[in-house]
C-alpha cells in the first residue's frame, strides 16, 4: 500500500480537501498577496511542524523596539518561525500593522530564495489555485521586489539547499539578483 510522509505533501492536500471547497480568490494589491484561503488556513504563522528555524528578516527600516514581544528572533532584526509558530499570530491572525510584519509575510507562498522567487508547494492556494495565477503573482512581487535596494534584497533572501527547493517549492524562474548585480530576469 501506497505510504505518505509524515507531515508531508500528500498529508498537507488531504487535510486542505477537507477544509477548502476549491478555487479562492487570490490577487496582489500595493505591495502584498491579498488570499482568501489565509483567513481559514494560518498554517504558516501558527505552530509548526518542523523545529528548524524559516527565517523572516525585517528591513533596517523596520527597527523598532520591543521586537522581542512579537517575534521569536534569531538575531536582532531577523523574526522566525519554527515550533511554537509565531508570537504575532492570535485568535484572530496576525495583530501587526503591514508596515511591521517581515515583507514576506506580505508575500507568501511566493519566496524569495538564492536571489530568485518560489513557490512555497503545501499552501492551499498553491494547491487550489491554477498555476499561471501565482506565476504571474510572482511577476508582480519581484516588480515590487526590483524596487528595493540590491542589500535589502540580499537581506530578505533565504539560502536554501538543492534538496529543500525540489522537495518543497516550485520554482518560477524569476531571478532578481546574481553576484554583485540586481536585474529581474526570466528564464
Ligand atoms: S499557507 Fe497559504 S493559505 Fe495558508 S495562511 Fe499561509 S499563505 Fe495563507
Ligand atoms: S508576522 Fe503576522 S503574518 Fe507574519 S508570520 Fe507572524 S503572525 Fe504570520
Redesign the pocket.
Known amino acids: 500500500m501506497m505510504k505518505m510522509t509524515p507531515d508531508g505533501f500528500w498529508d498537507y492536500t488531504r487535510k486542505w480537501q477537507k477544509d477548502f471547497a476549491g478555487n479562492r480568490p487570490v490577487a496582489w494589491e500595493k505591495y502584498w498577496?491579498e488570499?482568501d484561503?489565509?483567513k481559514d488556513?494560518?498554517?504558516?504563522?501558527g505552530p509548526q511542524d518542523s523545529d528548524i528555524p524559516f527565517p523572516m528578516p525585517l528591513l533596517e527600516r523596520q527597527r523598532r523596539e520591543h521586537l522581542d514581544r512579537d517575534f521569536h528572533l534569531l538575531d536582532s532584526l531577523t523574526p522566525y518561525l519554527a515550533a511554537p509558530g509565531c508570537k504575532a499570530c492570535g485568535t484572530e491572525g496576525c495583530r501587526l500593522k503591514l508596515e511591521e510584519k517581515p515583507l514576506a509575510c506580505g508575500f507568501?507562498?511566493v519566496v524569495l530564495a538564492n536571489g530568485g522567487l518560489y513557490l512555497?508547494k503545501?499552501?492551499?492556494?498553491?494547491i487550489f489555485s491554477p498555476l499561471i495565477r501565482f506565476m504571474e503573482l510572482g511577476l508582480k512581487v519581484g516588480e515590487y521586489l526590483q524596487t528595493l535596494d540590491l542589500d535589502e534584497l540580499r537581506r530578505l533572501s533565504l539560502w536554501l539547499n538543492c534538496d529543500t527547493l525540489s522537495r518543497s517549492y516550485i520554482d518560477l524562474r524569476i531571478s532578481l539578483f546574481r553576484d554583485n548585480a540586481k536585474e529581474m530576469a526570466l528564464d
Open positions: 498577496i488570499n484561503f489565509c488556513c494560518r498554517f504558516c504563522c507568501f507562498p512555497y503545501n499552501c492551499p492556494a498553491v
